[in-house]
């Protein structure tokens, strides 16, 4: 216990005279994670009541989510939903990053400002403003209508992590390879993407992630054979709550938890 | 420069051919942008602009601010707009008063352990909102897991009513909400000098007052960039006040919701949708003010 009574930092307070401090800490940490985490066990729960912990353990709830035929269509939809998007927003979003980054000035600024507008403005209105134009373009329920509204939702992100990306990587060195005869693709190609490709892949995965978990614009414009994970259980939500929905969102929790895993492992560089 | 102008192979046909060059660089970087821009403005800012001018259309098609004024005159609108003040208010000074002194804490951990807590911010900000909000509504209702273990404890003896409620909506907003307001204060103090601190206790400072004179100016532009963050996205936020509130708490999104799918009211829907994104935007640009756009732009991810 020597240790509560050492400096815990430049200005002389001891570690003791700040435990409230680390107990805060603590304590919101604690709230950040552990709520979410209860669903994991209460989906391996034999009892239709939710019980924590489960007195006894089952796979039921995951035979009954397997059995569920609007259940695995939706998470194809969402699935599918998550992958177009990743490659519609993915390659948008390097193509306006690159032309922004060369570009600068103040076209580059508004046109940056316009290509975020999705992630700022309440998505409520983006869902009714999509919903409104997709009944004239015969595009509600479809497969398509979601991933075109997922995508400019996607497309903030993807850019502001390609943007970053490209900000700090010095272009001259695709110029050199242009100046040694390289067509321009081809140096973007094997020079610049080589050397920015996590973030690419940081994008791509947050696109995904931005897709599949999006509830609101769902809603509105999925439906029918085309409706997503979340727009079936924001509805069950509301009705009553069905273990079923404990292991669904077990399933969202390791989709995001693998692929967040992955970008770490493959979307970062490694430092010395 | 001057030197290169008078260089003999800069002659002037050369120079047009390098402006001419010059300009089909930017149209073809402009052109790069295009497919973006214009899925934005396709899919998003027409169909909004649209929204705009049914706002002002009335029931039988002419134009008139009725739908405006009925947002004025009645009370269960002016409910909406107070609500959702209050959450976002409460939500915002919730997510400082523990979001502060965690991104404190983080900041001085040894860089393995603050990488370790790091991924526990960053967990949850991944984690579908759907997902939290879910998990809450089993922790918070009737039959939920706080209430049977407060009775099996003898804390209380009646379920207490923490969900389908404000309260209960608070505590959901305020978990989807901290990560928004952790990640730029942490991104802020790790930048911040040690040295100043130390300076700061030799000069004589109490570590109260190299605290409070010191290190908190120096965090405060991510303190409030993460604040306005939280703020903005508690105005427009739909999916847990619908879940948690149950109904009773009804705030703009929920009642513009409410609006299309019950009444098919568009007019009074994107009159309110409209208020809604000028608040929003009347915040984001003094923030921009404030702040700079980048800075706001770049610290986070709408859920």
Same mark, same amino acid.
């Given at each position: ?25 603590? @304590? ?46 939706? *998470? ?8 177009? *998007? ?48 997709? @009944? ?20 903030? @992100? ?71 994970? *979340? ?18 969102? *077990? ?22 | ?23 089909? =660089? ?46 004025? =005159? ?11 003040? =209050? ?69 209380? /003896? ?75 996205? /508690? ?17 703009? /999104? ?6 299309? =799918? ?42």
């Amino acid at each position: 216990m020597r240790w509560l009574s050492r400096p815990a930092s430049a200005t002389q307070v001891t570690h003791g005279s700040r435990l409230w401090l680390y107990a805060l800490a603590a @304590v919101v940490l604690a709230f950040l994670t552990l709520p979410t985490l209860v669903v994991v066990p209460m989906s391996f729960s034999a009892s239709q009541y939710l019980e924590f912990p489960p007195r006894q353990w089952s796979l039921r709830w995951y035979e009954s989510y397997l059995g569920s035929v609007a259940w695995l269509q939706a *998470t194809r939809t969402s699935f599918a939903a998550g992958a177009l *998007t990743t490659l519609v927003s993915t390659p948008l979003a390097l193509m306006a990053a690159y032309g922004l980054n060369t570009l600068r000035g103040r076209w580059a600024a508004i046109i940056y400002a316009v290509l975020v507008t999705p992630i700022i403005v309440p998505v409520i209105l983006v869902g009714i403003a999509v919903f409104y134009a997709y @009944v004239r373009l015969n595009l509600v329920n479809s497969l398509m209508g979601i991933v075109l509204a997922h995508s400019i939702l996607a497309i903030p @992100v993807a850019l502001m992590v390609i943007a970053s990306a490209l900000k700090s990587y010095d272009m001259s060195q695709e110029l050199v390879a242009r100046s040694l005869g390289a067509h321009r693709l081809k140096a973007f190609l094997l020079i610049t993407l080589p050397q920015i490709r996590f973030a690419v892949i940081t994008a791509a995965v947050l696109s995904f992630l931005t897709s599949f978990d999006e509830v609101v614009v769902a809603l509105f414009v999925s439906g029918g054979d085309n409706s997503t994970l *979340t727009r079936n259980m924001f509805n069950a939500l509301r009705d009553q709550i069905d273990p079923t929905i404990a292991t669904i969102s *077990t399933i969202m929790i390791v989709v995001s938890s693998l692929l967040l895993a992955g970008a770490q492992l493959f979307g970062r560089p490694k430092r010395p | 420069m001057r030197a290169h102008s008078k260089d003999p192979t800069l002659s002037a046909p050369n120079a047009a051919g390098l402006a001419l060059d010059a300009r089909r =660089e930017r149209w073809i970087m402009l052109g790069l942008t295009a497919p973006a821009l214009s899925l934005v403005t396709i899919i998003m800012i027409a169909p909004i602009v649209w929204l705009f001018s049914l706002s002002l259309l009335a029931d039988d098609g002419t134009f008139s601010f009725e739908h405006y004024r009925r947002l004025l =005159e009645q009370p269960s609108y002016r409910r909406n707009f107070i609500v959702t003040f =209050e959450i976002s208010l409460l939500t915002t000074a919730i997510a400082i008063a523990l979001g502060y002194p965690l991104a404190y804490v983080l900041a001085q951990l040894p860089r393995r352990a603050a990488s370790l807590c790091l991924i526990a911010v960053l967990l949850p900000f991944w984690t579908s909102l759907l997902v939290r909000t879910y998990a809450w509504l089993v922790l918070l209702q009737r039959q939920g897991l706080i209430n049977k273990w407060g009775i099996a404890h003898g804390w209380w /003896s009646e379920p207490l009513a923490l969900v389908h409620n404000f309260s209960g909506t608070l505590i959901g907003t305020v978990h989807i909400m901290l990560p928004f307001l952790i990640l730029p204060v942490y991104g802020t103090m790790k930048s911040i000098d040690g040295s100043l601190m130390n300076a700061a206790a030799n000069l004589g400072a109490s570590p109260a007052r190299a605290f409070w004179s010191v290190y908190f100016p120096l965090s405060l532009p991510g303190l409030m960039a993460g604040a306005l963050i939280v703020f903005i996205l /508690s105005l427009g936020f739909y999916v847990t006040p619908a879940v948690l509130g149950g109904g009773k708490v009804s705030m703009v /999104s929920n009642r513009i919701a409410n609006d299309i =799918e019950i009444f098919f009211n568009w007019g009074a829907a994107s009159a309110l949708g409209v208020v809604l994104l000028t608040l929003t935007l009347i915040v984001v640009y003094a923030a921009a003010r404030l702040l700079g756009l980048s800075r706001i732009a770049g610290a986070g991810h709408a859920p």
